[in-house]
């Protein structure tokens, strides 16, 4: 009976769970309409400068060091790394729209290995540009792609170095 219950209650929680999903999921008319204009526009010169304006920091240290307002620096940052999820996702679908038409239906065979070719840069293309997403969703768009190693510092000690290297003699050898 205990089970029954449970699994009732399991079932419920599964669907109002869907039912706020597709709820979330359903978009208006005119934001459907922006997001087209903001995919025509990526790959534009003024597109092009934006993105840069995006993730440039310079502005957002300029108000929180230098101007002291640090509150108004973190809404920046927030707004700022929204644009920049809207523009990668931008850019991802100007690439799908650009691949679905590069497919034409007298391209060569299935397995060919041009297809493949394809394939391969597609998917590195959607790696790297959903890293870049994780990136910028978790530590904001001003964050680095590319990890810092300035943890790894060299080895001072003296440890190494101490021996002598040279050539190994035979008289040695024993």
């Known amino acids: 009976m205990i089970a029954a219950i449970v699994y009732s209650i399991l ?3 599964l669907l109002v769970g ?3 999903f597709i709820r979330s999921s359903r978009q208006r008319p005119e934001e459907l309409e922006e997001r087209r ?3 025509g526009s990526v790959w534009d ?3 092009l400068s934006v993105a840069e304006r995006i993730f440039d920091p310079r502005d957002y240290c300029w108000l929180r060091d230098h101007a002291g307002f640090p509150r108004l620096a973190e809404s920046l940052r927030r707004s700022r790394q929204r644009m920049a999820l ?3 996702g931008a850019v991802r679908r100007s690439f799908d729209d650009l691949l679905k038409a590069s497919e034409s239906p007298d391209t060569d065979a299935a397995g060919s290995p041009v297809n493949w070719n394809l394939l391969r840069q597609a998917l590195r293309f959607h790696f790297v540009v959903g890293y870049a997403y994780f990136v910028v969703r978790f530590f904001g768009p001003y964050h680095s792609l590319v990890p810092s190693c300035r943890w790894m510092r060299p080895e001072t000690s003296g440890r190494f170095g101490h021996e002598r290297l040279g050539p190994a ?3 040695r050898l024993f």
């Open 11 to 13: 079932g419920l929680l």
């Open 37 to 39: 204009e903001l995919d």
């Open 45 to 47: 010169t003024e597109g």
């Open 169 to 171: 003699h035979s008289s």
């Open 18 to 20: 869907v039912a706020v």
């Open 86 to 88: 809207e523009w990668l």
